[in-house]
């Protein structure tokens, strides 16, 4: 990453790219599986305005809603979380 950035700006854009990465790859077995949207909101009790908003590039989905679609579409997630070496050196937000 750019020198322009400092370290905890770093990690946010880090950490918003790898969600945009598990939401790309979850709407992908969506769209793969041939489910619409409008059956993945029948799958989820939910409506499709709400699928639409989950997979804009704009969502912040709680966990929960992330957990229930992988499930819904058949996915198995890796999460994994990492200390980075110089944590304790990051500004408090």
């Known amino acids: 990453m750019s020198d322009d950035f400092t370290p905890l700006e770093q990690l946010a854009i880090h950490n918003h790219e790898a969600w945009a990465s598990l939401q790309a790859q979850l709407v992908g ?3 793969e599986q041939g489910v619409s949207q409008s ?3 029948n799958r989820l009790g939910i409506s499709q305005p709400a699928v639409s908003q989950f997979e804009s590039v704009t969502a912040m989905p709680r966990l929960g809603s992330v957990l229930a679609y992988a499930l819904a579409v058949g996915a198995e997630l890796d999460l994994r979380a990492t200390a980075l070496e ?3 050196e990051l500004p408090s937000t």
């Open 86 to 88: 110089n944590a304790r």
């Open 39 to 41: 059956q993945m909101a």
């Open 29 to 31: 077995i969506r769209i």
